[in-house]
């Protein structure tokens, strides 16, 4: 289903497994609502740390046209 995808999505992300991405999705709903944390939002979800945060953030948030 779509939580499914949602979730394989976010695995994409360097240091995000299934049990991150569900709390994530948990957390913000979306990856759309994941895309358009800060990285301290996202430090705030249990699990998440300073790294795991800052990456997640970079790939949402880079200069990279691909990842638009």
Do not use: W
């Not at 979800?45 to 990842?67: C, D, L, R």
């Amino acid at each position: 289903g779509t939580n499914r995808q949602q979730s394989y999505l976010l695995q994409a992300i360097p240091e995000i497994g299934p049990a991150r991405a569900k709390l994530l999705l948990d957390t913000f709903g979306s990856p759309f609502g994941v895309a358009s944390a800060t990285i301290e939002d996202l430090q705030m979800v249990g699990g998440i740390g300073e790294s795991a945060a800052t990456k997640i953030h970079q790939v949402f948030h880079s200069p990279n046209p691909a990842m638009k």
